[in-house]
């Protein structure tokens, strides 16, 4: 066994592309404050729509892993992914109402329709198991750094974003994403090149998906 992980192997090799994801100028502008809120509002809608189709998305990880592992833990992890799905989404209908955003009647936007069918494709019973949850992970993980970037101490993100970076942002979710990384990288270990080959593939994927979702934000697609 090497000593540097899998997953540590790939975030240095497409480090520029990590960042690009995790770094966004979406980030960075509520990081610093300068924030537009239409585009706050944006975002909110779309990645509620996102939210929704991330539930049955979730459900087939934890399909395969009931299915394909021999570790029972896996589906605890997964199942309380789950439960703070359901969080999440009386979340966003509560953050939508304080911004005066209605949740009904979103046109879903290119890169979000794209992203959600990408989604359905991992869903599909001859993706591995190792392969959707190597993409779970960098899903939550991407979110995670993102919004713990913004809560940072020399940060100025404003008042009224601060409980939205906390929801990805907190150590709680931090703990979670590390979690999900080691059952990731328990499955890479013991993958076949094609499998690991395959699953780097999904994770470059939910990266390049990332970058188009925080594009979204700019209202000029
Ligand atoms: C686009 N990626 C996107 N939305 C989310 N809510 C997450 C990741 C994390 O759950």
């Not at 994927?205 to 934000?217: A, K, P, R, T």
């Amino acid at each position: 066994k090497s000593e540097v992980s899998v997953i540590e192997t790939w975030l240095r090799k497409h480090r520029s592309l990590y960042v690009g994801a995790t770094r966004h100028p979406f980030i960075r502008s509520i990081r610093d404050g300068t924030v537009d809120l239409s585009s706050f509002k944006r975002w909110l809608e779309q990645d509620y729509i996102f939210v929704r189709a991330f539930v049955p998305f979730v459900a087939g990880v934890l399909l395969k892993a009931w299915k394909e592992s021999f570790e029972s833990t896996d589906i605890d992890v997964i199942l309380s992914g789950v439960a703070s799905l359901n969080d999440e989404i009386a979340w966003f209908k509560k953050e939508a109402s304080k911004w005066g955003v209605s949740l009904i009647n979103i046109v879903p936007q290119k890169a979000n329709q794209e992203y959600c069918r990408f989604l359905e494709r991992l869903m599909s019973s001859d993706v591995e198991y190792t392969v959707a949850i190597t993409a779970f992970w960098a899903i939550e993980s991407v979110y995670q750094d993102s919004f713990a970037h913004c809560l940072e101490d020399d940060s100025k993100t404003p008042e009224e974003l601060k409980e939205t970076c906390q929801r990805w942002g907190n150590d709680g979710f931090r703990q979670y994403c590390r979690a999900l990384q080691s059952i990731a990288e328990r499955q890479l270990e013991k993958a076949p090149d094609d499998v690991r080959e395959k699953a780097e593939a999904a994770f470059l994927d939910v990266l390049e998906h990332e970058v188009e979702f925080w594009n979204m934000s700019h209202g000029d697609t």
